[in-house]
């Protein structure tokens, strides 16, 4: 008895077989809106995609379901916000229905698609992490190549310490492992990777096995493109930054401080009401400079490519 319980454990604990796209629980949801669910979802072709490159375990149907709950839910405490604001403000309730109608539709739509794009953010950051570390995880894969290490313990050594690459390189072994051939894993990772300097690099390796040519030559030939595709990259972000330190310098430093100095000088001969007003307007000044060096260092660190050499 104990050696079936011990079988069926065993059993339980088995590795599922290999598909080519990941293996998940059926939806199924029971309220009467799970048609509308399924039908937004089915507007929306890509996103089931977009959930798998994100790595978010969700089907689409799940998934619009919860961006319609949080997008309801953010909705009603902005609108209680602003209903209370204009109440407070004795707007007339003719205008104050206008309006809540209004905002409510725009605010729940707004709400909607910043959820439903979220998997596509995480795609954007996940190819950054991703491009970030590939020259120096090739580079390491190449030397473990050239000292003979086989190609799938090549690729085991470089499944942890680079990241999200090395979460790439570990998806490749599981399915290597599981018995996949070794094109069809390398594959299989590159359709769902979103970066396209991975996805490079890995189809070129598949390429070798499939032609049988070296595998370390075309590896290193694709990592120096790569790298000097990156480089390429560090000098235009060079290039677009000096107009944007420019633009700052001129917006942000030098027309706020002759602003300025322009007022104090104006309302010391005016005299009358400087404290009210120059008061005034100097904290706005300031506060504009603020939201000029916050812009200008969200641009910059935006626009930067996500990688060192």
């Known amino acids: 008895m104990k050696m079936r319980k011990k079988t069926q454990k065993q059993k339980d604990e088995a590795p599922a077989p290999y598909v080519s796209t990941p293996l998940r629980h059926s939806f199924s949801d029971s309220s009467p809106f799970a048609n509308l669910f399924k039908s937004i979802a ?27 709950i949080s997008a309801l839910f953010f909705t009603i405490v902005l609108e209680a916000i602003i209903l209370w604001a204009a109440i407070s403000a004795g707007t007339s309730a003719l205008l104050l229905i206008g309006a809540a109608l209004l905002t409510t539709v725009v605010i729940f739509l707004t709400m909607f698609n910043m959820g439903i794009n979220q998997p596509k953010l995480k795609i954007i950051r996940r190819g950054k992490e991703i491009d970030k570390e590939i020259v120096f995880c090739g580079r390491h894969l190449l030397i473990e190549l050239r000292s003979g290490v086989t190609l799938f313990d ?38 769902q990777s979103p970066s396209s300097y991975f996805k490079r690099v890995v189809l070129q390796i598949a390429n070798s096995i499939a032609s049988g ?95 060192d050499l």
């Open 213 to 307: 040519s070296d595998i370390g030559d075309s590896l290193e030939a694709v990592l120096n493109q790569v790298a000097k595709e990156q480089i390429i990259q560090l000098k235009e972000y060079g290039q677009k930054l000096n107009p944007l330190v420019m633009f700052y310098m001129l917006f942000g430093i030098i027309i706020p401080s002759i602003g300025v100095a322009f007022m104090i000088i104006v309302f010391s001969v005016v005299g009358a009401g400087f404290e009210a007003i120059g008061t005034t307007l100097i904290a706005g000044v300031f506060a504009l400079v603020a939201i000029m060096q916050f812009l200008f260092l969200t641009v910059a660190e935006n626009a930067r490519p996500n990688f």
């Open 154 to 191: 090549a690729m085991l050594g470089v499944s942890e310490d680079y990241g999200e690459v090395s979460k790439e390189f570990n998806k490749i072994v599981e399915k290597i492992t599981l018995g996949v051939p070794s094109s069809v894993a390398l594959h299989d990772v590159a359709s």
């Open 42 to 68: 089915s507007r929306l072709p890509s996103l089931q995609r977009n959930l798998d490159m994100a790595e978010m375990d969700a089907h689409a149907p799940e998934f619009v379901k919860k961006s319609l």
